[in-house]
């Protein structure tokens, strides 16, 4: 029973670290504009050993897609997107797709993220502007204008609900399942002159780091009450035999 205690506390470690470790990046990431909060899933297992001891799973994360708060900037470069849809960059890993609509401009005209990835068009083409136009327009679905005329469109992309998602670079993602272009999508679109901020609840995420904490320093507590108590009673045996 005692070891079968050391185990159970040993799993519950495990599984507090991994929520610490992902907190942790939540917390960092508060400010982080377009960014996704990462959440835990925790199973329990029946030791066949004691099936009265019950274990906990390491747990398996997944990255929470909830809309952050959207702030106005008044930069003609920034945009958010509005709705269930992503912008998508050309990045070393491929296509990814990301809420953080921070654009700059290169020097020969291309939109570039903070990141300097190439904003892509719904064709997973380049989008370019020129150099010298003047701040660019960018209507609610997306096309963007200069001096009247019109040089392209910020493709808007949606993620099946069920894909695995993975980060790059922080606010960007790759899904498991590829990504399809958001067309004719009335919910859709894209707000010039704002960016959306991270969806963290900050307020709630410290809480949580903070409870989680101590609940690692009391798991750790009793894992080390448990072994002196185990090397107590060896020792006792021990002299005994």
Do not use: C, H
Not at 107 to 129: H, N
Not at 160 to 169: I, S
């Amino acid at each position: 029973m005692m070891e079968n205690s050391i185990y159970v506390g040993l799993s519950s470690q495990i599984s507090l670290e991994r929520r610490l470790d992902a907190l942790a990046q939540n917390v960092a990431n508060m400010s982080t504009p377009g960014f996704r909060a990462t959440g835990m899933k925790f199973d329990a297992m029946v030791s066949k050993a004691a099936e009265n001891s019950s274990f906990v799973s390491a747990g398996e994360s997944f990255i929470k897609t909830e809309a952050g708060p959207i702030t106005q900037t008044g930069n003609p470069l920034d945009v958010a997107a509005k709705g269930d849809v992503w912008f998508s960059l050309q990045s070393p890993a491929g296509q990814v797709y990301t809420r953080d609509g921070r654009m700059q401009m290169s020097t020969t005209g291309e939109l570039l993220s903070v990141k300097g990835y190439p904003m892509l068009d719904a064709g997973g083409q380049p989008l370019t502007i020129d150099p010298n136009g003047g701040p660019p327009k960018i209507s609610s679905d997306g096309a963007v204008y200069q001096n009247g005329r019109q040089l392209g469109a910020i493709g808007l992309f949606t993620i099946d609900p069920n894909a695995k998602l993975t980060y790059f670079d922080n606010s960007a993602v790759i899904p498991s399942v590829a990504a399809q272009p958001a067309l004719d999508n009335p919910n859709a679109g894209v707000i010039q002159g704002a960016i959306e901020g991270s969806n963290v609840d900050a307020i709630s995420e410290m809480t949580r780091l903070m409870s989680v904490t101590r609940a690692f320093e009391r798991v750790d507590a009793l894992l080390r009450g448990n072994e002196n108590t185990f090397r107590d009673g060896v020792k006792t045996l021990g002299s005994t035999s």
